[in-house]
């Protein structure tokens, strides 16, 4: 695996081997990297010629400057984890590689309505920074394939929107969240649970479960106060708990039975923010 940290040494890297029309897929993180992380470079291998990986803790989409400065990273366990599955390219960029003129007064992207419900709405600016690093990651990698986590529904759906804005026609491919044995989906802000915490955590799997059992066609408000209460007798505090329709997340109150259907939810556990999310009713059924 070649670890780079500079664009320009990315950019003649790639071309040599965008010459001889291999297929690139890319793969980008956060760092403190898990086994979510490593089913998408599992994909990613298995749909490409070269993997490219990038590690680089965004500092644009934080919305909360302690979780940035609390964000976990265990840089030199990810570069054993991702030469061990078969990466090879790693980028590392700086903050001043991928910002050369500061992060402020970055540019603007029309998400149109994505972003005022859901992560959008609850973290404000989050999905702007999200695609200000997205643009200029897939602007210097210019892979053939995107590989994405489901775990992060909304962001799967804003960066297809991305891609379309900067007309980019790379392939999106979302790849199935990645659990713990009792069902918390895998995240690198799990690392900050202590241990209680980590046992709670799973509430939230189980409060998506219980929905999907209890899912009836008609008003879903009591199924949606349902998944509050259960996850606020967890000891959780609750930014949401929504149903939207799995092909454009337009909130769904009142479900007509056969609308493909998704559960979406974000609540805190102390200072931890989690989100999950699970298909309800399926676009084949
Ligand atoms: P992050 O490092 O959290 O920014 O995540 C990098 C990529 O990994 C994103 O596409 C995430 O959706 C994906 N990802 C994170 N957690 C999981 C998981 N448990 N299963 C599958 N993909 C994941």
Not at 17 to 27: C, D, E, L, N, P
Not at 73 to 96: C, K, M, R, W
Not at 248 to 275: C, N, Y
Request: charged share 25%; net charge negative; proline share 4%.
């Amino acid at each position: 695996m070649v670890i780079i940290k500079r664009t320009t040494q990315l950019s003649d890297y790639l071309d040599r081997h965008k010459a001889s029309k291999k297929k690139i897929g890319f793969v980008p993180t956060m760092g403190a990297l898990h086994k979510g992380h490593l089913a998408l470079v599992e994909r990613a291998k298995k749909d490409s010629d070269i993997v490219v990986c990038s590690i680089f803790v965004n500092p644009t989409q934080f919305n909360n400057p302690s979780d940035y400065q609390k964000y976990p990273s265990t840089l030199e366990n990810d570069i054993y984890q991702l030469e061990a599955a078969g990466v090879d390219i790693l980028f590392l960029p700086s903050i001043e590689e991928m910002y050369p003129n500061g992060t402020k007064d970055l540019e603007h992207y029309d998400l149109g309505y994505l972003e005022t419900i859901l992560e959008g709405q609850f973290r404000p600016g989050h999905f702007q920074g999200v695609c200000q690093v997205m643009s200029r990651l897939m602007k210097m990698v210019l892979p053939d394939a995107l590989f994405m986590g489901q775990k992060d529904y909304q962001q799967c759906m804003v960066i297809k929107r991305l891609l379309e804005i900067i007309l980019l026609k790379t392939e999106f491919v979302t790849c199935p969240t990645v659990r713990e044995a009792d069902g918390l989906a895998m995240s690198s802000r799990n690392l900050r649970l202590n241990n209680e915490e980590r046992q709670g955590a799973v509430a939230i799997y189980k409060t998506l479960l219980a929905l999907k059992a209890d899912l009836k066609k008609g008003s879903l408000a009591s199924i949606k106060k349902q998944g509050v209460t259960m996850l606020e007798s967890g000891g959780f505090k609750v930014d949401y708990v929504e149903m939207a329709d799995q092909n454009t997340l337009e909130i769904i109150d009142d479900w007509d039975g056969s609308k493909p259907l998704i559960v979406l939810v974000a609540a805190f556990l102390g200072d931890v923010r989690l989100i999950d999310n699970m298909i309800m009713r399926d676009n084949n059924l």
